[in-house]
T-cell receptor
Framework: GAVVSQHPSRVICKSGTSVKIECRSL??????MFWYRQFPKQSLMLMAT?????????EQGVEKDKFLINHASLTLSTLTVTSAHPEDSSFYIC??????????FGQGTRLTVV | RKEVEQDPGPFNVPEGATVAFNCTYS??????FFWYRQDCRKEPKLLMS???SGNEDGRFTAQLNRASQYISLLIRDSKLSDSATYLC???????????????FGQGTILTVHP
């Protein structure tokens, strides 16, 4: 079964609104989680590293004020896309690394901004 | 040079065929690599890990050539269900949690037809 759960799987929102995506590690604690974005016909690109109890670290070119990350507990990280625009439409995926195992991915969230 | 670069494909092969994908990486310090499989509109799922010279799991064989910084994935006796995008993955060159922060190749699309 899934070890990382992401919600919602699909969301359609109006331009200018904000959308929150949740990523949960189900049976292990994850002090670090990762957020990726995938545009159509492209590969996954790391957006940011979510750190439990501290600020997220963002990859170059990713606006931290637009993509708010909160990692308030050892099993939950949230990504909020603020003031979403059509160009933010993408597939967002989180992952968490389980010590001694591989990285596990959430099911992904397909965001469509209209 | 990109951190991870893959054969662009696409590959269209008949059932039962043997197909090989190639991948090169730029960070000579990387110790481990991964092949992930991604089905359309789904999250990536780990297919194989490669830590030493190679790894074999049933019909799948991954090989690593550190001197040439080259990884390959061989699929024998292709099945229709093997149709997917195959992603070559390496830990990020800039550090961080080795197995959590990943760099993905652009992916190779495989279609197996009857």
């Amino acid at each position: 079964g899934a070890v990382v759960s992401q919600h919602p799987s699909r969301v359609i929102c109006k331009s200018g609104t904000s959308v929150k995506i949740e990523c949960r590690s189900l049976d292990f604690q994850a002090t670090t989680m990762f957020w990726y974005r995938q545009f159509p016909k492209q590969s996954l690109m790391l957006m940011a590293t979510s750190n439990e109890g501290s600020k997220a670290t963002y990859e170059q070119g990713v606006e931290k004020d637009k993509f708010l990350i909160n990692h308030a507990s050892l099993t939950l990280s949230t990504l909020t896309v603020t003031s979403a625009h059509p160009e933010d439409s993408s597939f967002y995926i989180c992952s968490a690394f389980r010590t001694g195992r591989e990285a596990f991915f959430g099911q992904g969230t397909r965001l469509t901004v209209v | 040079r990109k951190e991870v670069e893959q054969d662009p494909g696409p590959f269209n092969v008949p059932e039962g065929a043997t197909v090989a994908f190639n991948c090169t990486y730029s960070n000579s310090a990387s110790q481990s690599f991964f092949w992930y499989r991604q089905d359309c509109r789904k999250e990536p799922k780990l297919l194989m890990s490669v830590y030493s010279s190679g790894n074999e799991d049933g019909r799948f064989t991954a090989q690593l050539n550190r001197a040439s910084q080259y990884i390959s994935l061989l699929i024998r006796d292709s099945k229709l269900s093997d149709s997917a995008t195959y992603l070559c993955v390496a830990p990020r060159a800039s550090g961080g949690t080795s197995y959590g922060k990943l760099t993905f190749g652009q992916g190779t699309i495989l279609t197996v037809h009857p």
